[in-house]
């Protein structure tokens, strides 16, 4: 009866250890692999080797987080009334006035809200309606702060007021162009004083008809024995309403002049 030899029987161990060895290997040369491979990248998304490049390189982007809104809403008051009850001392509570007070408080700054809201709808009815109102202006002539008036084949007599401190004899007219060069003049009888009509027929000195255009009246008198010069208004044949805002109002747009407020019109007139 013969004996197993052990060393034979660890022979089988130890080739299945050294098999087990060499195949657990591959796999630490595949993971040291990954890690470098990785560190290469990400070396390579940092860096490029040129100097220069890396200078200018633009920063990875950041995400900004949003501003917060700060304003205290009415949930964020009653959050801070809830906080203030569970913090007080139990055998100290707050006074029924003081509760009363600040409950009166927080309602007040949502009757405030609430107001602010119905002022903001308010503005966009009386806004819509003052535009309504005045499409009835449409086709009619205005009288607006300004000697600069249109001249145009639907308008070939330019229209305005010479305003007077007091009464003057003679008023000398002068009409220029838009480069401020004279036209013609004439004179107009202003002894009554006031608001003195003004008109000129579109024709020149030597009586030829001007071209359509943007046209001035300058206007002036004696006044205590000095010249000086006088306020003129003109009128303004309105073509088209636009709504505006609120601050501005409805915007009257004007024949060869552009746009005036509704409220800084003057007077009406007739076609």
């Known amino acids: 009866m013969s004996l197993i030899n052990p060393l034979n029987n660890a022979q089988p161990l130890g080739g299945q250890s ?14 040291s692999g990954t890690v470098q491979s990785a560190a290469t990248q990400s070396t390579d998304q940092t860096s490029t080797g040129n100097p220069f490049l890396d200078a200018i390189r633009l920063p990875d982007e950041k995400s900004i987080p949003e501003a917060n809104n700060q304003e205290l809403t009415q949930e964020d008051f009653f959050s801070l009334l809830s906080q203030q009850l569970s913090m007080q001392d139990p055998f100290k509570p707050v006074d029924n006035d003081q509760m009363i007070a600040q409950m009166a408080a927080f309602s ?28 009835g202006l449409v086709g009619q002539k205005v009288l607006i702060p300004s000697d600069t008036g249109h001249l145009s084949e639907e308008d070939p007599v330019l229209k305005g007021v010479v305003s007077t401190p007091e009464a003057i004899d003679t008023i000398v007219v002068r009409i220029e162009d838009e480069k401020g060069q004279l036209v013609t003049t004439f004179e107009i009888d202003g002894s009554q004083g006031g608001n003195v ?40 044949h309105v073509t088209s ?6 601050s501005t109002g409805s915007i009257l747009n004007l024949r060869g002049i552009g746009g005036i407020k509704l409220g800084d019109v003057l007077a009406v007139s007739e076609v």
């Open 197 to 236: 009509d003004v008109s000129w027929d579109g024709l020149d000195k030597n009586g030829e008809a001007m071209p359509s255009g943007t046209y001035s009246i300058k206007a002036s008198g004696r006044v205590d024995g000095q010249s000086e010069e006088l306020a003129v208004s003109t009128y303004a």
């Open 108 to 135: 007040t700054v949502d009757g405030i809200s609430n107001l602010n809201d119905e002022i903001v709808n308010l503005n966009a009815v009386m806004t819509s309606s003052q535009a309504l109102q005045a499409s």
């Open 241 to 246: 309403v636009s709504l505006g805002t609120a």
């Open 18 to 31: 050294q098999t087990s060895t060499q195949s657990v290997a591959p796999s630490k040369q595949a993971t």
